[in-house]
């Protein structure tokens, strides 16, 4: 049961990272100004479409772990802490309201 938590957060972080660097190219966060790392949207080196795509695919191969965990025995406290990453995961750089922009990206994965 641990590895299987292992790979849900390991799912969970790398999906996370593949749509912060989409929504934040589509949103026009990450421009030619950007310090820092490289983005892979944002030089071009992945296109957009396909950076959502991955990002949704890992997503819901978390999902379906996190799943697996449940019916294993973690019932609805697990479930709620599935659904709680998945929803921080795309509402932390995502949405009309992202929560990394309004001040609420800290409190938000700290309960995840």
């Given at each position: 049961?641990?590895?299987?938590?292992?790979?849900?957060?390991?799912?969970?972080?790398?999906?996370t990272?593949l749509?912060?660097?989409y929504?934040?190219?589509i949103?026009?966060?990450?421009?030619?100004?950007?310090?820092?790392?490289?983005?892979?949207?944002?030089?071009?080196?992945?296109?957009?479409k396909?950076?959502a795509?991955?990002?949704?695919?890992i997503?819901t191969?978390?999902?379906?772990?996190g799943?697996?965990?449940v019916?294993?025995?973690?019932?609805?406290?697990?479930?709620l802490?599935?659904?709680?990453?998945?929803?921080?995961?795309?509402?932390?750089?995502?949405?009309p309201?992202?929560?990394?922009?309004?001040g609420?990206?800290?409190?938000?994965?700290?309960y995840?």
């Amino acid at each position: 049961i641990s590895f299987l938590f292992w790979i849900f957060a390991v799912l969970t972080q790398i999906g996370t990272n593949l749509h912060n660097d989409y929504a934040d190219f589509i949103k026009g966060a990450d421009t030619n100004l950007r310090v820092g790392p490289a983005r892979a949207t944002q030089k071009g080196w992945i296109k957009p479409k396909t950076m959502a795509r991955a990002s949704t695919l890992i997503l819901t191969a978390a999902i379906a772990v996190g799943t697996q965990l449940v019916l294993m025995g973690g019932g609805l406290p697990v479930a709620l802490a599935v659904l709680a990453c998945i929803f921080g995961a795309v509402a932390y750089t995502g949405g009309p309201y992202p929560l990394g922009a309004i001040g609420l990206g800290h409190i938000s994965i700290a309960y995840a």
